[in-house]
């Protein structure tokens, strides 16, 4: 693949190398992608990428026009135009227009043209420049910084500049680590497996980019802990707040691997019943090791259809089951007043001597204790790529002023919780013992 132009080498960063492939594919119809989103830390090389897809995208559709957002001018003028001059050189192919109610740029050949905006929102509440916009595609320079509004008004806009050959509709978003709208709407659901066509996440990390220099490194090494989390490894924790997270003795660094299941040790399942989604965490525990192998969590489905997707992933070894102790009661969703634990030995084919589960569920408040002991003191690795719900809900769960969990909005996924409650539950019944000796 050749790059945009000579100023920008794609071969040396596989990730940019993808995401520009990817959305060249998206704006010819040849994949579900239409929002495509790449970032997560500074430095990534994610504004030369996305501007380098834009600069092909005029060439390659006649007449076609695209859109650059910033929150205002001068943070275009400071970092978005430079790097777009870095990219098409000195192409005179390119003509300028530089007046800022209308700036843009013209690729001269075809008349495609490239437009740079800024959001401006202090001036312009209720985006009224843009009622008129029309475009093919729309890049937004750090999201973060922009309004949902924003967004909104884009997203109705999109296609509407209609041409000879109609490129399919595509928006691209760039952004760092933040706890703004963004986060729960591309962010969340990436992390735990849920982000789903038309949309996409590609990080981007400075380890990514092989044009950082040594000296940037050794510069970022003596910055505060707080901002090299955040920006340079792009931990969107909010850190702020972290003495409010439930699990506070959760590290990334620490308990994030990639666990490998051993077909000759008990599987241990613990479920979670809340219907959207229903929820089961697969652990080993191994000599001192507990692996966490898996987090399912399947929306709008049903016990046995759960059940089904456990036995067909893991169909060896033997189970032990335990989990919600509101699963033991009948329910007029359950046929012929079975529960789900019933359900669950029938599928599994497990006895009851296989099942502990507690007459009521433990304390939430006695459980933090117990969880963040067993954090603490044992060695837990949980699958960074197939835990991705339960590392959400332990970055992520909040205390309430009484040491509970938060839990007054189901519709936000922090205040849901159930991967957590899947592995609290499981402490409660196989970590009380070994703690109580540690």
């Not at 189901?410 to 540690?438: E, G, K, V």
Request: proline fraction near 5%; glycine fraction near 6%.
């Amino acid at each position: 693949m050749k790059p945009a132009s000579a100023a920008v080498d794609l071969l040396r960063n596989p990730k940019q190398r993808a995401f520009y492939q990817l959305a060249l594919d998206s704006a010819s119809g040849s994949n579900d992608y239409r929002y495509l989103f790449y970032g997560g830390a500074i430095r990534g090389g994610k504004t030369f990428v996305s501007l380098s897809i834009f600069v092909q995208l005029a060439k390659r559709y006649k007449n076609s026009r695209w859109h650059v957002f910033r929150k205002d001018f001068p943070a275009l003028e400071a970092t978005t135009l430079p790097s777009f001059l870095k990219i098409i050189g000195q192409d005179d192919r390119w003509e300028w227009h530089r007046n800022r109610s209308n700036y843009h740029v013209t690729f001269k050949p075809n008349g495609s043209k490239i437009f740079f905006k800024g959001e401006n929102l202090a001036h312009d509440p209720e985006l009224t420049d843009l009622l008129g916009l029309e475009t093919n595609g729309i890049l937004y320079e750090q999201i973060e910084e922009l309004s949902p509004e924003l967004w909104q008004m884009g997203c109705s806009r999109l296609g509407s500049w209609y041409i000879d050959q109609m490129p399919a509709p595509v928006t691209l978003a760039t952004f760092n680590p933040t706890q703004r709208w963004i986060k729960p709407k591309v962010h969340d659901l990436y992390v735990r497996g849920e982000l789903q066509a038309p949309y996409y996440y590609m990080t981007a990390l400075p380890s990514d980019n092989a044009f950082v220099t040594s000296e940037q490194w050794r510069t970022w090494g003596q910055l505060d802990e707080r901002f090299q989390h955040q920006y340079i490894q792009g931990d969107w924790t909010d850190l702020t707040d972290r003495n409010k997270l439930w699990t506070y003795a959760f590290d990334r660094d620490r308990h994030l691997g990639r666990p490998q299941p051993d077909p000759d040790a008990e599987l241990h399942l613990s479920f979670d019943f809340n219907r959207n989604p229903i929820c089961c965490s697969v652990i080993q525990h191994i000599a001192d090791e507990i692996r966490v192998l898996e987090t399912i969590k399947i929306a709008n489905s049903d016990i046995e259809s759960l059940c089904l997707v456990i036995k067909e992933r893991y169909p060896y070894g033997v189970y032990r089951v335990t989990g919600d102790a509101s699963g033991q009661n009948g329910s007029a969703l359950m046929p012929d007043n079975q529960n789900y634990y019933t359900i669950i030995r029938r599928v599994l084919e497990v006895t009851t001597t296989q099942c502990r589960v507690p007459r009521s569920n433990p304390s939430v408040r006695d459980t933090q204790v117990l969880v963040n002991s067993v954090l603490q003191r044992s060695k837990v690795v949980i699958h960074e790529e197939k835990a991705r719900g339960l590392i959400y809900d332990m970055e992520h769960v909040m205390i309430d002023e009484s040491g509970g969990i938060i839990k007054e909005d189901r519709r936000d996924p922090s205040q849901q919780a159930d991967a957590l409650d899947t592995f609290r539950y499981w402490c409660h019944q196989y970590m009380r013992d070994t703690l109580a000796h540690t």
